[in-house]
């Protein structure tokens, strides 16, 4: 079973029926192209591992526990799903059947990207989980997600013409997820364009209408999939009424009311057929035969509405809490925690980046990493990777183990930084400052650890790695006390190394 915003994967086991045990995957830099084991192509075996270590960590325990696992996209310390977030399962190797369900959507709407290669071919999802490219799993659209659905459809026939087929029979939506008009996405920009006009700076949002619809939940004005599949005059009525109220705070915004209202009375009957009760949904698949659960969301943890670099960060909870609250999903069957996070740090848009190197180490990570923003195509900000950010979003999910992906781009290098504590007015501090003004004038602390200048991208074994490398890695467990259990290494699924 596959879900969006929290996605949930389950396989069947032996055992009699008890509750399904989950866990989650963290992303904490920005997304990019990478086909990571979490993400099922053509079955969810890929999202088991084997228990016993091929690559034993010592001096940290193990993170597989659970029977399965909830992986939650937050790729890079700011923005973008899918790479930031992953779950696996600690089951024996087994092809998944009808049995499994990847729910990929808990929080967030379409203003996140996540790319994913599967047998050579790049998918762009934005609203879709990921899982949907495995046929024998089904995928879930959480309640705390927000719908644009015109965006969710011309995502799916972008898909479609790279090789997605049958979609729509493998894609269930919750009825009580928020929907995000058009208007709303026009108020996004118009925002932006007042914050410029009055501050002199804009938060740098992709307008896609994610902020205004929350505002619209947070006021009890929005209205739902479940209202547009009820009676639609009485849905008509409310979306009037919602966009007059947008009309009278803008007065330059334009609605074609009537032509909005036709086009939705169109999508509604055609998503009617994958719309679902998502709470009693979700907790058939978690009571019922044993299954794979694997969560996906959106956004990273720096992006979280209540602990990222607020205001630049997105409008809803994209930090471990957004798997219960935006799929309905008990704290008892969260399981394993994984955080997903880059060999080095990115961000896209405007706010405070301690390590950011505007200069040719910037350059070149950008490069090399192709580090362009999947859903705006911004070109992404780079810097040295933050320990303080990875401890910090350590501290609020509580990970278990890590991925650390885009190893390979540090190959070129012949030293490598990395910060592992700030200094504020010339004294360390154990936090992560919450105000922006406060985070700007910290002072970084670097380590410096020798490159290995070699090129790891053949790389399939923790022996396989230079010396170097490896230090490296150790030396990011051993600062976060939480072991590094995949390293990647490229695109493809074959690239990253799974060390126990």
């Known amino acids: 079973m596959v879900g969006r915003s929290c996605g949930v994967a389950t396989q069947r086991q032996g055992g009699g029926q008890r509750p399904t045990k989950l866990a989650l995957t963290l992303s904490l830099s920005p997304g990019h192209s990478t086909a990571l084991p979490w993400l099922p192509p053509r079955s969810l075996q890929l999202l088991s591992g084997h228990s016993m270590p091929a690559q034993p960590t010592p001096h940290l325990p193990s993170a597989c526990g659970g029977p399965t696992r909830v992986t939650l996209g937050e790729e890079r310390a700011w923005r973008s799903r899918g790479s930031n977030a992953g779950g696996h399962t600690c089951l024996p190797r087994r092809t998944a059947g009808a049995g499994s369900l990847t729910p990929g959507g808990e ?44 965006g969710l459809f011309e995502e799916a026939e972008k898909n479609e013409k790279k090789g997605l087929k049958d979609w729509e029979k493998r894609l269930i939506i919750s009825d009580r ?21 009055q501050e002199g700076k804009n938060i740098g949002t992709t307008k896609k209408g994610i902020g205004p619809t929350y505002s619209s939940k947070a006021a009890r004005t929005g209205l739902r999939i479940c209202d547009l599949l009820s009676d639609f005059d009485e849905f008509s009525s409310r979306f009037k009424n919602l966009a007059h109220q947008h009309q009278s705070m803008f007065p330059t915004l334009e609605i074609d009311i009537e032509g909005q209202l036709k086009r939705l009375k169109g999508f509604a009957e055609r998503i009617r057929p994958m719309v679902r009760d998502g709470v009693y949904f979700m907790y058939e698949a978690l009571h019922g035969p044993p299954k794979k659960i694997l969560v996906e969301g959106a956004n990273a943890a720096l992006l979280d509405i209540d602990f990222g670099t607020y205001p630049f960060v997105t409008s809803s909870n994209c930090t471990v809490g957004g798997v219960c609250t935006g799929l309905g999903i008990p704290p008892q069957n969260i399981g394993d925690v994984y955080g997903v996070v880059k060999a080095y740090t990115t961000r896209v848009g405007i706010g405070a980046f301690p390590t950011e190197q505007i200069n040719e180490i910037g350059d070149l990570l950008q490069t090399r990493g192709h580090e362009w923003g999947v859903t705006t195509g911004r070109k992404r900000r780079c810097g040295w990777l933050d320990l303080m950010i990875l401890r910090y979003a350590h501290m609020v999910n509580g990970f278990t183990a890590l991925a650390l992906t885009k190893l390979d ?8 930084k990395v910060g592992v504590s700030y200094k504020l007015n010339g004294k360390r501090i154990p936090y992560f400052p919450a105000n922006q003004e406060m985070l700007q004038k910290v002072e970084v602390e670097y380590e410096t650890l020798p490159g290995w200048k070699a090129d790891t991208t053949g790389a399939r074994r923790w022996e396989d790695l230079p010396p170097q490398a490896q230090n490296y890695i150790r030396f990011v467990e051993n600062h976060v006390g939480v072991a590094v259990k995949w390293v990647g290494v490229g695109k493809s699924r074959e690239s990253m190394i799974q060390l126990f």
């Open 177 to 197: 997820a928020h929907l995000v008009f058009d208007f709303h996405q026009a108020v996004d920009g118009l925002q932006e364009v007042q914050r410029q006009a």
């Open 107 to 150: 929080r967030g709407g379409n203003n996140a990207g996540h790319t994913v290669v599967v047998d050579g071919k790049e998918y762009d999802f934005h609203l879709l989980p990921s899982g949907i490219i495995n046929t024998k799993a089904v995928s879930f659209i959480g309640n705390g997600v927000v719908i644009h659905l015109p």
């Open 409 to 416: 781009i540090l190959d070129v290098l012949g030293e490598v």
